[in-house]
């Protein structure tokens, strides 16, 4: 670049050559001041030396300190007085040389609005020298003139026009004028496979407003722009990467900018827990073909990656073998559909129920009125078989049975005598040993005969072990006209202690523990109410503050309150109502305070019975999500659903056909199997719990033969 020192004025530098700027001048005079410098742009150096006298007489009135032209590439200098009476010739370089007379006629004018750089002007194919933002040239007399722009600046790309720049040069002109405006352009983008919502796009810090799967933004050259994706779009998950999105700066065209949208996948795995140790075979799918071989307890994942908002089904592909206790593994919750992160479903194995106990109130088999019937479970498809030596004596009629598994010790509690039998278990073989069967341990109740008249004493109806505390025991008994529940101690060998009553309604035909085994809740069939009681650490039971809690329906009419089941996964507690075939839900809280969810459900026709027997029978199964209820007028057993948000119940499918009179429900430890003793007919029957639904399909094997007035159901 050639800068040539053209004039001192007054201490202003003005400086002349092709394409000058500031950082040029500081670069070439470094010593110089940079606040008294002033560019002059032309294309020649002689239009150069034109233009420093131009220069001069704007930014100087007074001239007569000009001083000489000081030529840069060799030429030679002349002097003057002012503009006009001195010459000035070109030097060595082939610049040409021109004089400046008194008939020579000064064009110039200003510039606004210059932002870029590079902007040329020229008159009739002459270049007209630029310094700063005014520009000025010298024609003949009577020469004509036309000032247009033969380049346009850049850097910002601008857009300058010219006013008043054409005439014949007969006296000074200096009103012509240049406008320059910076031309705008589009900063669009166009995004693809989007699918998922709430994709935000940002553009230096600002949020780029969307047109479907597109944006368009006019931006001024020379203007910065960043494109980037401030918030990845959901519903499905989704990953879009911005290409040609800057950060940079708007030049001479429209930016276009890309977005592509990818689908994020996501790992489905399974926590296995409970399968026992040497356990082998057992297999996992997802979709129903991606397999996984589960090795033991821990977790496990699939190697097919699932995209965000498609499904996943986990599910067992085969069930385990090789254990000593038969298992069965299920998937409570293995089906949704996969958002925005990885997916980790449980896998449970539990133990298949071995051996199945039942309470006969009327069977004479034994030679006693009543008696307990036996049988093992074949851990293939449920069905039963009888133990050797069933039906096993109790004392008199036996009401309700319970089990001690920790120890294996079975309780059976005598409507007559109003006693506690107690045997050994072996849960291979179902055979009952009598340990001390008749007399029992006494209860604080009066004895009763089933049926009574009215006011007549019931008896033992109940008997419940603790599950989280075997060694505590309790029996609900009548005691005309109201009822009691016993609290006794066990021995690991069955022994038991005197009984310590509590009152209660009237009267307590079931019982259940909360898995905490802080509150026991007595439901009271004569009263329609139902008691709670907090259990010491010394087994002790104390009526929760509020007790007993109502459970009458809409219009007063008599529930009946009698079958209870409480969820082992929530804090939710279900009563079916004997007398209007109805189940009440509710929520409790640590003190045992209950809180009803919705109106009662009605199960069945929702006719009820007039009496105790046969009973309502309800079950919950291991995983806490669906519920069954017996109906011993309509002779069926209903499923229900269980929210576990909310506790509400949704009925599933069709009651299921039962035989005469069920009275009592069970479901085995696996969870797969459901029981109900028939009260009038004396069978038991066998459903398949469908793992995902909950349905219910008996077995075609069921029913299997009990014992007359089958009552109370207890499972090993």
Same mark, same amino acid.
């Given at each position: 670049m050639e800068i040539t020192v053209i004039a001192h004025v007054g201490g202003e530098n003005i400086f002349c050559g092709r394409q000058v700027d500031q950082s040029a001048l500081l670069a070439a005079h470094p010593t110089e001041n940079p606040a008294r410098m002033l560019p002059i742009n032309c294309r020649h150096l002689a239009s150069c030396r034109l233009a420093a006298l131009a220069a001069l007489l704007i930014i100087s009135s007074d001239l007569a300190g000009c001083g000489a032209i000081i030529s840069s590439d060799g030429g030679s200098t002349s002097s003057g007085a002012g503009i006009g009476a001195g010459s000035s010739a070109g030097g060595a370089g082939g610049n040409g040389s021109g004089t400046t007379t008194a008939s020579s006629i000064l064009v110039s004018g200003t510039i606004t609005g210059l932002l870029g750089s590079g902007l040329w002007l020229q008159t009739n194919g002459v270049d007209v020298p630029i310094f700063g933002n005014i520009f000025s040239v010298y024609l003949s007399t009577g020469s004509p003139y036309n000032i247009v722009p033969a380049g346009q600046p850049s850097t910002p790309t601008q857009d300058c026009t010219v006013s008043n720049g054409t005439g014949t040069a007969v006296a000074n002109v200096s009103n012509v004028a240049v406008s320059c405006v910076t031309q705008s352009f589009t900063l669009s983008g166009m995004i693809s496979d989007l699918l998922g919502t709430g994709l935000v796009l940002q553009n230096d810090g600002n949020a780029v407003p969307l047109s479907g799967n597109a944006f368009s933004l006019p931006r001024a050259s020379g203007s910065a722009y960043d494109i980037v994706a401030a918030q990845q779009p959901t519903n499905p998950s989704q990953t879009c990467t911005v290409t040609n999105g800057g950060p940079g700066v708007i030049g001479g065209a429209n930016v276009i900018v890309s977005i592509a949208c990818v689908t994020n996948t996501y790992k489905v795995s399974v926590t296995v827990n409970g399968l026992q140790n040497g356990a082998t075979g057992l297999t996992v799918l997802d979709d129903g073909s991606d397999s996984l071989l589960v090795t033991g307890n821990g977790t496990f994942t699939f190697a097919t990656a699932v995209a965000s908002g498609q499904p996943y089904a986990v599910k067992v592909g085969t069930q385990p073998t090789g254990t000593s206790v038969a298992q069965y593994c299920i998937v409570p919750n293995g089906t949704g559909t996969v958002t925005n992160a990885n997916i980790s479903v449980t896998l449970t194995c539990r133990n298949v129920g071995q051996a199945l106990f039942a309470a006969s109130i009327w069977d004479l088999r034994s030679g006693n009125v009543g008696d307990i019937v036996g049988f093992t479970i074949n851990p293939a498809n449920g069905n039963l078989t009888s133990a050797v030596g069933s039906p096993y004596a109790a004392d008199s009629q036996p009401f309700s049975i319970s089990l001690d598994t920790q120890n294996q010790i079975l309780y059976a509690i005598n409507n007559q005598s109003n006693d506690i039998s107690t045997f050994s278990v072996s849960p291979t073989t179902g055979v009952l040993t009598g340990l001390q069967t008749a007399p029992g341990y006494p209860t604080s109740g009066a004895g009763g005969i089933v049926p009574v008249g009215p006011g007549s004493p019931l008896g033992g109806l109940s008997v419940l072990v603790d599950p989280q505390a075997p060694h505590f025991v309790y029996a609900g008994s009548d005691q005309a006209p109201d009822g009691l529940v016993d609290s006794f101690t066990a021995t690991a060998g069955g022994v038991l202690s005197a009984p310590t009553p509590t009152g209660a309604g009237n009267d307590p035909l079931y019982m259940t523990i909360d898995p905490t085994g802080t509150l026991l809740f007595a439901p009271e069939l004569f009263e329609n109410d139902i008691w709670v009681y907090g259990i010491s650490v010394a087994g002790a039971l104390t009526p929760v503050a509020g007790t007993p809690f109502p459970n009458t329906p809409p219009g007063g009419a008599d529930s009946g309150p009698a079958a209870i089941a409480v969820s082992p996964t929530a804090r939710y507690l279900y009563v079916a109502g004997l007398f209007n075939a109805t189940v009440t839900a509710y929520a409790y809280d640590d003190s045992g305070t209950l809180t009803a969810l919705a109106p009662p459900y009605t199960f069945g026709t929702g006719t009820g019975t007039g009496g105790m027997l046969p009973g309502d029978g309800l079950a919950i199964d291991p995983t806490g999500r669906f519920l069954y209820v017996t109906s011993p007028v309509d002779n069926t057993v209903a499923e229900y659903a269980i929210s576990a948000q909310t506790g509400l119940l949704t009925l599933v499918g069709?009651?299921? +056909?039962?035989? +005469?009179?069920?009275?009592?429900?069970?479901?085995?430890?696996?969870?797969?199997?459901?029981?109900?003793?028939?009260?009038?007919?004396?069978?038991?029957? $066998?459903?398949?719990?469908?793992?995902?639904?909950?349905?219910?399909?008996?077995?075609?094997?069921?029913?299997?033969?009990?014992?007359?007035?089958?009552?109370?159901? +207890?499972? $090993?």
């Amino acid at each position: 670049m050639e800068i040539t020192v053209i004039a001192h004025v007054g201490g202003e530098n003005i400086f002349c050559g092709r394409q000058v700027d500031q950082s040029a001048l500081l670069a070439a005079h470094p010593t110089e001041n940079p606040a008294r410098m002033l560019p002059i742009n032309c294309r020649h150096l002689a239009s150069c030396r034109l233009a420093a006298l131009a220069a001069l007489l704007i930014i100087s009135s007074d001239l007569a300190g000009c001083g000489a032209i000081i030529s840069s590439d060799g030429g030679s200098t002349s002097s003057g007085a002012g503009i006009g009476a001195g010459s000035s010739a070109g030097g060595a370089g082939g610049n040409g040389s021109g004089t400046t007379t008194a008939s020579s006629i000064l064009v110039s004018g200003t510039i606004t609005g210059l932002l870029g750089s590079g902007l040329w002007l020229q008159t009739n194919g002459v270049d007209v020298p630029i310094f700063g933002n005014i520009f000025s040239v010298y024609l003949s007399t009577g020469s004509p003139y036309n000032i247009v722009p033969a380049g346009q600046p850049s850097t910002p790309t601008q857009d300058c026009t010219v006013s008043n720049g054409t005439g014949t040069a007969v006296a000074n002109v200096s009103n012509v004028a240049v406008s320059c405006v910076t031309q705008s352009f589009t900063l669009s983008g166009m995004i693809s496979d989007l699918l998922g919502t709430g994709l935000v796009l940002q553009n230096d810090g600002n949020a780029v407003p969307l047109s479907g799967n597109a944006f368009s933004l006019p931006r001024a050259s020379g203007s910065a722009y960043d494109i980037v994706a401030a918030q990845q779009p959901t519903n499905p998950s989704q990953t879009c990467t911005v290409t040609n999105g800057g950060p940079g700066v708007i030049g001479g065209a429209n930016v276009i900018v890309s977005i592509a949208c990818v689908t994020n996948t996501y790992k489905v795995s399974v926590t296995v827990n409970g399968l026992q140790n040497g356990a082998t075979g057992l297999t996992v799918l997802d979709d129903g073909s991606d397999s996984l071989l589960v090795t033991g307890n821990g977790t496990f994942t699939f190697a097919t990656a699932v995209a965000s908002g498609q499904p996943y089904a986990v599910k067992v592909g085969t069930q385990p073998t090789g254990t000593s206790v038969a298992q069965y593994c299920i998937v409570p919750n293995g089906t949704g559909t996969v958002t925005n992160a990885n997916i980790s479903v449980t896998l449970t194995c539990r133990n298949v129920g071995q051996a199945l106990f039942a309470a006969s109130i009327w069977d004479l088999r034994s030679g006693n009125v009543g008696d307990i019937v036996g049988f093992t479970i074949n851990p293939a498809n449920g069905n039963l078989t009888s133990a050797v030596g069933s039906p096993y004596a109790a004392d008199s009629q036996p009401f309700s049975i319970s089990l001690d598994t920790q120890n294996q010790i079975l309780y059976a509690i005598n409507n007559q005598s109003n006693d506690i039998s107690t045997f050994s278990v072996s849960p291979t073989t179902g055979v009952l040993t009598g340990l001390q069967t008749a007399p029992g341990y006494p209860t604080s109740g009066a004895g009763g005969i089933v049926p009574v008249g009215p006011g007549s004493p019931l008896g033992g109806l109940s008997v419940l072990v603790d599950p989280q505390a075997p060694h505590f025991v309790y029996a609900g008994s009548d005691q005309a006209p109201d009822g009691l529940v016993d609290s006794f101690t066990a021995t690991a060998g069955g022994v038991l202690s005197a009984p310590t009553p509590t009152g209660a309604g009237n009267d307590p035909l079931y019982m259940t523990i909360d898995p905490t085994g802080t509150l026991l809740f007595a439901p009271e069939l004569f009263e329609n109410d139902i008691w709670v009681y907090g259990i010491s650490v010394a087994g002790a039971l104390t009526p929760v503050a509020g007790t007993p809690f109502p459970n009458t329906p809409p219009g007063g009419a008599d529930s009946g309150p009698a079958a209870i089941a409480v969820s082992p996964t929530a804090r939710y507690l279900y009563v079916a109502g004997l007398f209007n075939a109805t189940v009440t839900a509710y929520a409790y809280d640590d003190s045992g305070t209950l809180t009803a969810l919705a109106p009662p459900y009605t199960f069945g026709t929702g006719t009820g019975t007039g009496g105790m027997l046969p009973g309502d029978g309800l079950a919950i199964d291991p995983t806490g999500r669906f519920l069954y209820v017996t109906s011993p007028v309509d002779n069926t057993v209903a499923e229900y659903a269980i929210s576990a948000q909310t506790g509400l119940l949704t009925l599933v499918g069709t009651p299921v +056909a039962t035989g +005469a009179g069920p009275s009592d429900a069970k479901i085995d430890p696996s969870g797969h199997y459901l029981y109900v003793s028939n009260y009038s007919d004396g069978t038991i029957s $066998e459903y398949v719990i469908d793992p995902s639904t909950g349905e219910l399909t008996e077995d075609r094997n069921s029913p299997f033969q009990s014992g007359f007035g089958t009552q109370s159901i +207890a499972i $090993e």
